[in-house]
């Protein structure tokens, strides 16, 4: 096992439908979690996040959550909220990803604001960009979600499966984009040293 002075941000490719069909939410959520088994097996992490579609409340909630020291948010909706469900309950009640509990975490951004005033969710999405840094800055991992539809970018806003939120302004759109793209970039996954 490794430990880095940095952490990592690590593009992570999490399909919701293939070939035979739709992948149900908590196979995407296994597939989260097996990621997570093999980046903890591999390396030291403080913890591992992955990047989420949160509205204000869920946001809020899942820091305060974190900030009282527990590790089960209780996200609840459509979509990734769904495969956050699933996540938390498999880390809840499946042997196999128990360790898990206060190590994955989920590393929320915000797209439906507390103000739609278009400043102020700039200033959201900001504090959750950089609140997304602090971590990287540290030794954690942070998984940026991609499904095929959104691949190359990252799966943020995401309304439906086959859609962007239609009133997501691009401002906005693309402060995510370009940051996320940027944390890729200084934050890349590293070899093992020999």
């Known amino acids: 096992m490794y430990a880095y002075d940095q952490g990592q941000f690590l593009p992570t490719l999490i399909p919701f439908k293939d070939n ?13 979690l097996s990621n997570a088994v093999m980046a903890i097996s591999m390396q030291d992490p403080e913890a591992v996040y992955i990047t989420y579609s949160a509205n204000y409340s869920q946001t809020a909630n899942i820091e305060k959550t974190y900030a009282s020291g527990q590790w089960k948010t209780g996200v609840n909706g459509s979509n990734q ?18 360790a ?15 103000s739609t005033k278009l400043e102020d969710w700039k200033a959201e999405i900001q504090s959750d960009l950089d609140r997304i840094k602090g971590y990287l800055d540290g030794s954690s991992i942070v998984f940026g979600w991609i499904n ?8 943020h806003a995401i309304d439906s499966p086959s859609g962007v939120i239609a009133h997501f302004p691009d401002e906005i759109h693309n402060l995510v984009q370009n940051t996320l793209s940027q944390y890729a970039k200084d934050y890349p996954s590293m070899p093992a040293p020999k």
């Open 20 to 32: 035979n069909g739709s992948i149900s939410f908590k196979e995407q959520a296994i597939n989260i």
């Open 100 to 114: 898990l509990q206060g190590k994955m975490k989920i590393a929320p951004i915000t797209t439906i604001p507390k």
């Open 81 to 98: 909220a769904s495969v956050m469900r699933e996540m938390e309950d498999l880390m809840a009640n499946d042997d196999k990803y128990k």
């Open 148 to 155: 095929q539809e959104t691949d190359p970018l990252y799966a």
